[in-house]
C-alpha cells in the first residue's frame, strides 16, 4: 500500500510542479490567462488537444464499453474521433483566423462578431455551460473509481482529491501551465495505457492467445452488433454522426483553435489526429475485452471500474500505480482544460452581462473555476449512469450548436433569429428524447435532435432571406470541394453492412474488419492532405 501511495503522491507533485512552474501572472490579462498569448507550437498544441479530448471517458469508458461490447466499440471511436479531425480544418481555421483579427477568446464571443447578437451569445454560452458541467462531473468520477480500487481511498474523497489538486494549478497557471500539464499527462497516458496492454495480455498468455480464449468464450465481442447486441447499424451510424457534430463544440477544444501559433499548426495537428485516435482508443478497449477472463460478471456501471480491476489483480503495486496513472493523466487533463474554458466563459460572456463592461483582468474567471469544480463535484458524488450514457447525453446537446457555427462561419448572409430558434429547437428536441416522449427508433436521439436543429436553421434563414428578396441558399464553401465528397463516401464507407457478424480473424485474433477501419482512417488522412494542399 505504502508503495501504490508513494506512487501515486509522485505523480501528483510532478503534475503541480509543473503547472505552477509554468503559471501566469495573478493580472495577467484574460488573453494570456487564457490563450497562452496565442503561442501555442505543434507540439504543445497537439499535446493540449489530444489530451482535452481524451478525458477519463476514453480510459475508463471505453474499457467498460470493450469489456460489455467488445470490438465493435473501436471503429465507433478509433475512426469516429479520427474522423471528427476534418473539422480541425473546416471550423478550426476560420475560427483561428477570427480570434486572432478581431481579438476574441471565447466561442461564444465568436457567435457573437458573426451574429451581432448579445442574446444569442447568452444561450450559446448557457448550453456550452450546462452541457459540460456532467461531462466535466466525469472526471472526478473516473478518479474515484481508480484510487477506490487502487488504494482503497473511498470513492468521494477520490472525487475530492483529484479535483482540489487539478483547481490548484489551473487557478493559479492559466492556459500556459494546462497546456504544458497536458502535454506531460497526455504522454503519460499513452506511455501508460501501452504497459498495461501489455500486462494484460502477457497475463492471459499473449495477445493472440487471449484474444483466442475470449472469442471460445464470448464470439459475439468479436463482430457487431457487440457484447449486449447494441451496436446496430443506425446506433453504429448515431455515434460516428455524434462524435462529428460534438466533438468540435466541446468549449475546451472549441478554444483551443484562438490557441494556435499559426494556421500551419492545425493543418499538421489534423494529419496526426487519426493515427492518434486509432491507437490510443484500441488499447483501452482491447484491455476490457481480455479484462472478462478474470471478471467475467460485472455489469452496467461496474464495468467502467474493468482496467483498475484487472490490473490491481494482475500487477505488482508500483506498476499497478504507474498504470492507473494512465487514467488519472486522462482525466486530469481534461478537467483542467474544462474549467479554463467554462470559466473564461462566464467571465467574459455572462459575468458583462451584469456590469458595464468585461474586466481586464483574469480574476472573475480565476475564481469560476471553483465554483465549476464544486458543480462538478456534487455531480459526480451520486452518478446518475455509465459513462458512456452520461457522456452520450450531454454530448447531444453540445453537438446542436454546430449549425449555428458552420453557417456563421461560411455564409455572408446571416440572421442571429435562424441561430436562436435553431439551438432553442434542438434542445427541446434532446429534453423530449431525455424523458422518452419520442420513441429515437433504430437511432441515438442525436441524429434526429440535430436534423431539427439544421431544418430550423435553414427553414428560418430561407424565409428571413426570402422576405429580403434573396430566394437563393447556397451550400457552404467548404462542400463545394471535390475533395468533400471523396471524405463523405468514406464516411458512408464505414456503414460496412456487408461485414455486420463477421468474425473472421486477421492478426492476433483480431476481426478482419477492425483492419478495414484502420485503412479507412489512413485514407482520410491522405484526402485531407491533398484537400490542405489545393487550397
Known amino acids: 500500500m505504502l508503495v501504490k501511495v508513494s506512487v501515486l503522491a509522485g505523480y501528483f507533485l510532478i503534475v503541480l510542479i509543473i503547472g505552477l512552474v509554468a503559471r501566469t501572472r495573478w493580472k495577467s490579462t484574460p488573453e494570456t490567462y487564457f490563450l497562452g498569448d496565442r503561442k501555442l507550437g505543434t507540439i504543445v498544441l497537439l499535446g493540449t488537444m489530444v489530451s482535452t479530448n481524451f478525458s477519463a471517458f476514453t480510459v475508463f469508458g471505453a474499457s467498460g464499453a470493450g469489456y460489455r461490447d467488445g470490438y465493435a466499440f473501436f471503429p465507433i471511436m478509433g475512426f469516429g474521433t479520427g474522423f471528427m479531425a476534418l473539422t480541425f480544418w473546416i471550423l478550426g481555421r476560420k475560427i483561428w483566423r477570427l480570434g486572432r483579427d478581431q481579438g476574441l477568446v471565447t466561442p461564444p464571443e465568436l457567435v457573437a462578431n458573426r451574429y451581432g447578437s448579445r442574446f444569442l451569445s447568452f444561450i450559446f454560452a448557457l448550453v456550452m ?74 497475463h492471459y ?47 475546451q477544444l472549441f478554444q483551443r483553435f484562438f490557441t494556435a501559433r499559426s494556421e500551419r499548426n492545425l493543418f499538421r495537428i489534423m494529419m496526426f489526429y487519426p493515427l492518434v485516435c486509432t491507437v490510443v482508443f484500441f488499447m483501452p478497449i482491447a484491455v476490457g475485452v481480455m479484462g472478462r477472463l478474470s471478471f467475467p460478471d460485472l455489469a452496467g456501471k461496474a464495468a467502467d471500474r474493468i482496467l483498475p480491476m484487472v490490473l490491481t489483480q494482475i500487477s505488482g503495486e ?24 467554462l470559466s473564461s466563459i462566464f467571465s467574459r460572456d455572462i459575468a ?105 436553421y435553414l427553414g428560418v434563414h430561407a424565409v ?64 485531407m492532405r491533398l484537400w490542405v494542399r489545393e487550397l
Open 352 to 456: 458583462p452581462l451584469f456590469r458595464r463592461r468585461k474586466s481586464k483582468t483574469s480574476a472573475t474567471g480565476r475564481l469560476f473555476v471553483v465554483f465549476l469544480s464544486l458543480a462538478g463535484l456534487a455531480l459526480a458524488i451520486r452518478p446518475p449512469d455509465t459513462i458512456l450514457q452520461i457522456a452520450t447525453q450531454t454530448f447531444t446537446g453540445l453537438a446542436v450548436l454546430f449549425p449555428t457555427v458552420l453557417f456563421g462561419l461560411y455564409w455572408e448572409r446571416r440572421y442571429a433569429l435562424a441561430a436562436i430558434l435553431s439551438i432553442l429547437a434542438g434542445e427541446s428536441a434532446v429534453a423530449l428524447f431525455f424523458f422518452k416522449i419520442p420513441p429515437a427508433g433504430p437511432f441515438l436521439p442525436v441524429v434526429w435532435v440535430m436534423a431539427v436543429a439544421f431544418a430550423t
Open 129 to 202: 455551460i450546462v452541457f459540460t458541467i456532467p461531462y466535466l462531473a466525469l472526471q472526478p468520477m473516473a478518479a474515484g473509481y481508480v484510487l477506490e480500487e487502487l488504494v482503497g481511498l473511498p470513492y468521494v474523497w477520490g472525487c475530492v482529491l483529484v479535483t482540489a489538486i487539478i483547481v490548484l494549478y489551473t487557478f493559479r497557471g492559466g492556459l500556459r501551465a494546462v497546456a504544458w500539464t497536458d502535454l506531460f499527462q497526455g504522454s503519460v497516458m499513452f506511455a501508460l495505457l501501452a504497459v498495461s496492454l501489455f500486462l494484460v495480455a502477457r
Open 318 to 341: 508500483a506498476m499497478a500505480a504507474l498504470v492507473m496513472a494512465a487514467g488519472l493523466a486522462a482525466l486530469m487533463s481534461t478537467m483542467d482544460s474544462q474549467l479554463l474554458t
Open 464 to 527: 428571413l432571406a426570402f422576405r429580403e428578396g434573396d430566394v437563393s441558399i447556397k451550400p457552404p464553401a467548404c462542400m463545394a470541394n471535390p475533395y468533400a465528397y471523396l471524405l463523405a463516401a468514406i464516411f458512408l464507407a464505414a456503414m460496412d453492412f456487408w461485414a455486420w457478424g463477421d468474425t473472421t480473424p486477421l492478426l492476433s485474433g483480431l476481426p478482419m474488419w477492425m483492419g478495414y477501419f484502420v485503412a479507412l482512417s489512413a485514407i482520410q488522412t491522405l484526402v
Open 205 to 251: 498468455g499473449g495477445f493472440a492467445e487471449a484474444n483466442a480464449r475470449v472469442l471460445a468464450e464470448w464470439p459475439a465481442l468479436f463482430s457487431r452488433p457487440g457484447g449486449t447486441g447494441r451496436y446496430t447499424l443506425g446506433i453504429w451510424f448515431s455515434y460516428i454522426l455524434l462524435w462529428f457534430f460534438c466533438d468540435p463544440m466541446f468549449p
